[in-house]
């Protein structure tokens, strides 16, 4: 599990700006439900990752809320194929899908738009594994870097993902332009309105995420599963459905 934390390996643990932040309503608020499981994605495998720099203050951030937050080093992932469904880290992958309530997407943008990174963890999440669906009614916080101006390609294409994955998307999002100019000496963001609006997101899938969570049964209930459900007595797979 703590290969999932690395968020927590600090350079300078001194002056850490998350524990400043005002947040102890919330905090108190989410101690009266049960922990947040957040899963963390990012879209680079640069050994300075702007993308992976913002996933972790996003961790930082919910972790601080009280959030259980882990985050998922696509490093040795494979290509998505029709071979490797049993690689280890297909299968961590998909594990820690089934595990979370919330998503927190990260990607930079890339010849104005996601990269391959980044959707080829998507793909390696299907939408139905015969009757599990890995991210059906999860909560997703979608944020983007960019080398150069701003932009909203890339969180535009996120938001589209995250419908096409049955995700409830939270209103607010984060673009942070020039990321090279947004982090410091200790590959921390410095303040802005930017790390304000970081703030925001976060704190606002942690509020989406406690609210839904209970209704989730309830708002993913569909009269076609049903019936089909009655009359398999299970959820088919896709290969099933095609057969």
């Not at 927590?8 to 608020?29: C, I, M, P």
């Not at 899908?97 to 990269?115: D, F, K, L, Y």
């Not at 535009?156 to 993902?161: A, D, E, G, I, S």
């Not at 994955?165 to 000496?185: L, Y």
Request: glycine share 6%; proline share 5%.
């Amino acid at each position: 599990m703590l290969r999932h934390k690395p968020y927590r390996a600090l350079k300078d643990a001194t002056n850490d700006w998350v524990t400043k932040l005002n947040l102890s309503a919330l905090q108190s608020y989410g101690k009266q439900h049960t922990p947040v499981n957040v899963l963390v994605l990012y879209g680079s495998l640069r050994e300075r990752s702007f993308s992976r720099l913002l996933a972790f203050e996003f961790a930082r951030i919910l972790d601080h809320l009280g959030a259980d937050v882990r985050v998922f080093d696509p490093t040795g992932l494979p290509v998505k194929d029709g071979v490797s469904e049993n690689h280890p880290k297909v299968q961590e992958l998909r594990e820690l899908s089934n595990w979370s309530h919330a998503h927190v997407w990260v990607s930079p943008e890339q010849h104005g738009n996601i990269t391959a990174v980044f959707k080829n963890q998507i793909d390696w999440i299907p939408l139905a594994l015969g009757s599990v669906r890995p991210t059906q009614g999860r909560t997703l916080a979608i944020a983007q870097v960019s080398g150069g101006s701003q932009s909203f390609n890339t969180v535009n294409t996120l938001r589209m993902l995250g419908r096409w994955m049955r995700m409830f998307t939270i209103p607010n999002q984060s673009s942070v332009p020039k990321a090279w100019t947004e982090f410091d000496g200790d590959d921390r963001m410095k303040p802005s309105d930017l790390r304000q609006r970081v703030v925001d997101v976060a704190e606002e899938l942690f509020k989406f995420t406690i609210i839904l969570r209970p209704e989730m049964e309830f708002l993913t209930d569909r009269h076609s599963e049903r019936e089909e459900k009655e009359k398999n007595g299970r959820l088919l797979s896709q290969a099933e459905k095609v057969q």
